[in-house]
């Protein structure tokens, strides 16, 4: 059975008018074979909540289409939409076998939905090939339920994940306090993930540049935008990232040499105004590709012994702190002492100066001695 045979081709009229020659645009651009990036859609909506996200996927593309093609080397192709599965379970089934054999071949699946719950399928497809895996979620809310043995549902896909022996690092970014309760912020932080909430992911991005740059999978909840700037929700709040920041956080995902998938999701067409929301979810996608075109090749492409070293004693005299840095792009990286051996995570300056102050950040206590 061939990867093309799981998908039916959009049908997508009524394109935006392109500001561009249409022979420059990324519809024009688009190729059927030797890709190096997917794009599938997956026209499925929760029963419980959001119907009409299952239409996103074409309205996204009539706007992605439009944009700017020419991204270096990079190769993609449109292998249209998911077929049409006769209940939940097949289509999970059908979307984890689909993102597995693009991997297994190399190439990485844009993924437009539908809801986010398909998050969960996702990451089944990419843990069949992978020792390990490191997800971010870009959202408004904690996907958690308090209670065992939840369904997978928008809501409640995160229960799926955060104990599965696969995974080593989950990443809730962007979420907004009053809308998380402290039962499930303690959840996660039982299971050693990590929430950084929209106060201080807005205080200063590029912190979080480092943990897109680690992550394997980024999925993003279309809530985690203010209503304003992406009323296209069925649960919009007036706060949130503005489009313009959450490009910029696209970006870093695509400019990360581990990432394997990227997922958008809960666009709903029906709440949208005057195509807002599908053309910064389009915008958003065309950012990631971009990024993912211009890759630096760092670490773990590269060996870290080409970069500088910085030893910095620690101040009781047990354990050096070792820092490499890469000078041609200013990116960091530090090495954590663990049980089962020093490990190499990506960090920012302002995690070495924190050192280098004597005072520890972040990343370090949640992962000395894990």
């Not at 077929?83 to 993924?111: H, M, Q, W």
Request: hydrophobic share 40%; with cysteine; glycine share 6%.
């Amino acid at each position: 059975m061939s990867i093309v045979d799981y998908f039916e081709k959009p049908s997508v009229e009524n394109l935006v008018f392109p500001f561009i020659p249409v022979t420059q645009t990324l519809g024009s651009r688009l190729v059927d074979e030797a890709y190096d990036v997917a794009i599938i859609g997956v026209k499925a909506d929760s029963d419980q909540v959001n119907r009409g996200s299952a239409a996103a996927p074409d309205e996204i593309r009539k706007y992605l289409y439009a944009l700017r093609g020419e991204m270096r080397q990079l190769r993609i192709a449109d292998l249209g939409n998911l077929k049409a599965c006769d209940n939940p379970t097949e289509l999970y089934f059908a979307l984890r076998g689909a993102v597995s054999e693009l991997r297994a071949i190399g190439v990485l699946p844009v993924i437009l939905g539908g809801s986010q719950e398909l998050t969960a399928a996702v990451y089944d497809g990419l843990k069949e090939i992978s020792q390990e895996l490191n997800l971010s979620v870009l959202d408004s809310r904690i996907d958690l339920s308090i209670e065992e043995g939840a369904p997978i549902s928008p809501s409640s896909y995160l229960n799926t994940i955060i104990n599965d022996d696969k995974r080593f690092r989950v990443d809730v970014i962007g979420c907004q306090s009053y809308y998380c309760s402290q039962l499930q912020v303690d959840k996660l932080e039982e299971n050693n993930c990590w929430v950084m909430r929209l106060g201080n992911l807005r205080a200063d991005l590029a912190e979080a540049e480092p943990i897109f740059r680690d992550s394997d999978f980024v999925s993003l909840d279309m809530s985690v935008v203010r209503q304003s700037d992406a009323p296209g929700q069925e649960m919009p709040s007036p706060n949130g990232l503005t489009g313009e920041e959450l490009c910029q956080l696209t970006r870093y995902a695509g400019l990360s040499d581990r990432i394997q998938a990227f997922g958008l999701f809960e666009v709903n067409p029906y709440f949208d105004n005057n195509g807002q929301t599908a053309s910064l979810a389009a915008q958003l996608v065309w950012h990631f590709l971009e990024a993912y075109a211009n890759r630096y090749g760092d670490y773990p492409l590269r060996d870290l012994s080409s970069y500088k070293t910085i030893v910095v004693p620690e101040m009781d005299g047990d354990d050096d702190i070792v820092f490499y840095n890469n000078h041609l792009n200013n990116r960091w990286w530090v090495q954590i002492p663990m049980r089962g051996g020093d490990r190499i995570f990506s960090c920012s300056y302002n995690d070495y100066s924190k050192v280098v102050d004597g005072r520890l950040f972040d990343l370090w206590m949640r992962y000395y001695q894990r």
